[in-house]
């Protein structure tokens, strides 16, 4: 089997559960009768084992009730005890002093003892329906007589919460003894009350709050035990960063139930007793709990380890089963730098990893439709998942050695920042975004959590670390009216309130070109259902431009960036790509990062690379229909995309492109980039790629937003090497996280128009302005793409020269790639970001330039002046016929804008420079104009030669 084929395979099986785990979060549960249904808003799911009509002699019986609170179980137990035989049981009663038949009504109540998140557990002991043959023998005649004793037991019980009945049954325990082998169910959990009963009432939790706990901090834990038969052993276990396991020291646990017990076993022993005293030997059996609890403590741990715990029990038929586990990262308790970490994989690891053994032993109690189905789908659907490399164990506790970390969910991100103030923020790979799954919704924008992340970072000035597949963007378009998102769509779309103010996860890493992207891809979808294929829609719409599982070499190198921008890391570093016992890869990359980055892009196509695609499958939506729509995507209709933006014509914020489909055509199509996207992409300053991967699949994305009173810096790890227990994975989230928290506030920038120029360029551009005679015609704030072009249009109205100013901080070269109207000469030069076109016009006109740039992102933001100076008459008498509607490419390659020198890679150390070396494209002729145009250029280099100079001497 080829490479590509095992990887589409996998992929395969990676999309099949992607969709079926939506179900995961979803109890589906029946109950029983309800009573008192209109006294109560919630009514739980409430299931009994066994049912009313199959408990039998000495079966225990336990209600397991679906709410997320603990319930009040009243129960009343019912115990009578006949007698007969050859002399009346009135008779013999009255000989005894005891009436028969004997009844004893014993009431006990019990808190349901939660066992699972939403659910509960009640315990009513087993016991006896049975028919005891005894012989009385005449102290007095000497004759025997035979009799038999019954006991006969029924129980009715309520389950209450706040005083309210919300449900009420009840059953008579049936002759004989029909107990199948049943496993024990074992749970462990955190007590928050040193009371058991109290604890159990007030719901404790699972899990240490934030999966995490202080170093030298100890983990109070209470293990439950409960079956159908006596236990034999109960203990709570403890594992450390993956070590032995090891068996804590614990204390038994009152669980309420034993003075109901005791109490019962007293009555009938003591019928039993009497009837001994007349002769008359009953062997009644003493009833016994099958309920057990223990107590533990977990010592505390140092920092930078991690801790598994569980608890394992057996009966005496040895039975046996274990607990959901449970886990917790050590911190270090004498930091007082807070990382808030983003990750719901930690817990889809623990359904995987300990969910087996328990499914086994609680499925055997015939929950049928509720919670047993819903724990094995997680665990099977957690076990496909884990085939591919996708659920790995993330190694936290690396950080952990320096940091206090708290871990939580993305639908409590917005309450934890309130909560928790962290220092910094880590999203680890929140690549899904199912809408109709609670517990796989990872999508910041569906949980509201979009505009409190943003508005904390911005105002708090955290860092923001993000890995692998936080942009994953997968939407499936089954029509052109429905769609279901698989991705996290949400983290880049950009049908946001306000791009500006950072709503978006892209925007916060600096990268709102992508947003760009998917804005295209979505809008050309809709072009096509409104006024062509929609089938051609639905392919496109289905498109993924963010794919977050893509194997890569693992070998990465630093840039000189990451040195200019104080990031430390090391010049070259390794990731093994190793694989698991089944031979899944744990190593992955997101790609799609690159279409901000068009050399990368580049290296990634002339390199022929091609990586995991998604495949044709046979999925079903949330309404249960079939989504049939799909072929294999690439790295090809990716570029369908990319190529549709970046050989676009942009006038303004109308997007002019044409879109080719192989074997289909090519469509012209307007599109209008939204004001708020437009203010994203005017107001970015490009990140810094700080690290590359030898594939070009893999990077490491630096930005700081330092020029700004709400600013930050972020950092974009592209893989997941929170998955890897190793230095490398340390070194690079501890710098990480000390160069997002170094932020520091520096003014060197000024915003002209929409676009944030650097501040010693901005007073280049003023004293350029200054020199240059003539009046202001008008400024413009744009957008520059790679391969199309970005269109100046300039009204003339009398002879003489147009000075038209372009700053491009990001962008170093910009080509004037045409001008079109009536024009006598041009001439072009640029230096340092900040490129100057003038044109001789002998007459009035209207002028079009066709602008261009390359740079390390596609999509560039520039600020342009337009000024104009009249010539005086008798000047630039030129034939109208010759330049009247001229059309000319002197501005090509030949006669591009070229930088003389580098790019200015540290806008904080850098300094003002001369424009100089311009480059002069004239007519060809050499007319009067063009040696007028020439000289007033040479004028104007000198002038700013000799300010340089000047400048020095101060």
């Known amino acids: 089997m080829s490479e590509n084929s095992l990887i589409a395979k996998r992929v395969l099986f990676f999309s099949v559960f992607i969709i079926t785990i939506t179900y995961l979060s979803s109890l589906i549960v029946s109950s029983s009768s309800i009573a008192n249904e209109s006294q109560c808003a919630f009514q739980p799911s409430i299931y009994q084992y066994p049912a009313s009509n199959e408990v039998s002699s000495l079966q225990p019986v336990l209600i397991f009730i679906n709410g997320n609170e603990s319930y009040s179980v009243e129960v009343s137990i019912n115990i009578t005890v006949g007698i007969e035989g050859d002399i009346c049981p009135a008779c013999l009663g009255a000989y005894m002093g005891l009436k028969f038949p004997q009844q004893e009504l014993i009431n006990y109540t019990f808190n349901s003892i939660p066992f699972y998140p939403g659910w509960s557990v009640a315990y009513i002991p087993g016991l006896i329906t049975k028919n005891f043959s005894a012989v009385y023998i005449s102290p007095i005649l000497r004759y025997t007589t035979n009799y038999t004793v019954s006991v006969i037991s029924s129980v009715s019980y309520k389950v209450v919460k706040n005083g309210i009945i919300i449900y009420e049954d009840s059953y008579n325990v049936s002759y004989g003894e029909n107990h199948s082998m049943l496993p024990p169910i074992t749970f462990i959990f955190i007590p928050n009350s040193q009371n058991f009963t109290q604890s159990s009432l007030s719901m404790p939790i699972f899990l240490p709050d934030g999966l995490s706990l202080g170093s030298g901090m100890p983990l109070n834990l209470i293990a439950v ?412 209709d990716m570029l369908l995309i990319y190529e549709a933006v970046q050989t676009s014509s942009i006038y303004g914020n109308d997007l002019n492109i044409s879109f080719k489909i192989p074997g289909i055509g090519k469509f012209n199509i307007t599109l209008r980039i939204p004001e708020s996207l437009m203010e994203a992409l005017l107001g970015a300053y490009q990140p810094k790629i700080v690290a590359i991967s030898s594939d070009g699949l893999a990077g490491i994305i630096a930005y700081d937003k330092f020029w700004s009173d709400n600013g930050y810096r972020s950092v974009y790890f592209s893989f997941n090497l929170e998955s890897f227990n190793t230095n490398t994975s340390e070194q690079l989230l501890t710098q990480a996280i000390n160069w997002v928290e170094s932020w520091s506030f520096y003014p060197n920038m000024t915003l002209l128009g929409d676009v944030l120029i650097p501040s010693d360029l901005a007073s280049r551009a003023e004293y350029i302005l200054n020199s240059i005679g003539g009046e202001e015609l008008e400024n413009m704030s744009m957008i520059l793409n790679e391969e199309g072009s970005s269109v100046i249009s300039i009204n003339a109205e009398s002879p003489g020269i147009v000075y038209i100013l372009i700053l491009h901080p990001t962008s170093s070269n910009v080509e004037v790639t045409r001008i079109e109207g009536s024009y006598s000469s041009e001439n072009c030069s640029s230096s340092n970001g900040i490129s100057l076109v003038t044109i001789q016009v002998s007459n009035s006109t209207s002028l079009s330039l066709f602008l261009r740039a390359y740079s390390s992102s596609g999509i560039i933001p520039a600020y342009v002046e337009v000024k104009f100076e009249g010539l005086k008459s008798g000047l630039g008498n030129v034939s109208s016929n010759t330049f009247e509607n001229q059309t000319t490419e002197a501005c090509t390659y030949n006669g591009t804008c070229t930088s003389q020198s580098e790019e200015k890679e540290n806008l904080q150390n850098s300094s003002t420079s001369t424009l100089s070396n311009s480059q002069t494209v004239g007519s060809e002729k050499g007319s009067l104009m063009g040696i007028i145009v020439l000289c007033i250029t040479l004028a104007v280099v000198a002038s700013l030669l000799i300010l340089g100079i000047w400048k020095k001497k101060l």
């Open 225 to 636: 035990a409960v079956g159908e038969n006596p236990l034999s052993s109960l203990s709570i276990e403890y594992s450390i960063s993956g070590g032995l396991w090891i068996s804590a020291h614990s204390e038994e646990l009152s669980t309420g139930i034993e003075n109901s017990v005791e109490e019962i076993n007293s009555y009938l022993q003591g019928i039993a007793s009497k009837l001994s005293s007349f002769g008359i030997n009953a062997s009644i059996p003493n009833i016994t709990s099958t309920i057990e609890a223990i107590e533990t403590q977990i010592p505390g741990q140092e920092p930078g380890n991690y801790v598994v715990y569980k608890s394992m029990a057996s009966d005496i038929y040895n039975n046996t089963s274990e607990s959901l586990a449970g886990m917790y990262y050590v911190y270090n308790s004498s930091s007082t730098n807070k990382i808030l970490i983003v990750d719901p994989s930690v817990k889809l690891w623990l359904i995987y990893n300990s969910t087996s053994s328990f499914i086994n032993s609680i499925s055997s109690y015939n929950l049928s439709q509720g919670l047993i189905n819903n724990i094995n789908d997680s665990w099977t659907e957690a076990s496909e998942h884990n085939s591919l490399g996708a659920l790995q164990f993330h190694y936290w506790n690396l950080i952990g050695k320096q940091y206090r970390i708290y871990i939580t969910d993305s639908s409590d991100l917005s309450s934890a920042l309130e909560e928790y103030e962290p220092n910094a923020i880590i999203l680890s790979n929140l690549y899904l975004g199912l809408e109709s799954s609670t517990l796989l919704d990872w999508d910041l924008k569906d949980n509201g959590a979009l505009g409190a992340l943003s508005s904390y970072v911005s105002q708090h000035h955290a860092g923001l670390i993000a890995t692998q597949g936080s942009l994953s963007d997968w939407v499936i378009w089954e029509s052109c009216s429905e769609k279901t998102k698989v991705g996290a769509k949400g983290n880049i779309d950009y049908n946001t309130s306000n791009l500006s103010s950072l709503d978006n996860l892209a925007t916060l890493l600096g990268i709102p070109q992508l947003t760009l992207f998917e804005y295209v891809k979505d809008e050309v979808s809709n072009f096509f259902c409104i006024n062509a294929d929609p089938q051609v829609a639905e392919m496109i719409g289905s498109i993924p431009l963010q794919i977050p599982f893509v194997q890569f070499s693992g070998k990465l190198n630093s840039t000189s960036d990451a040195q200019k921008m104080g990031l430390s890391l090391p010049e070259n570093f390794e990731f093994d790509n190793q694989r698991s016992q089944n031979g899944s890869p744990f190593l992955y990359t997101e790609v799609g990062w690159q279409l901000a980055f068009p050399q990368d892009i580049d290296f990634i196509v002339s390199n022929k690379i091609n990586f995991s695609k998604w495949p044709t499958v046979n999925l079903s939506n949330s309404n249960g229909s079939n989504l049939s729509n799909y072929r294999n995507f690439s790295f090809t």
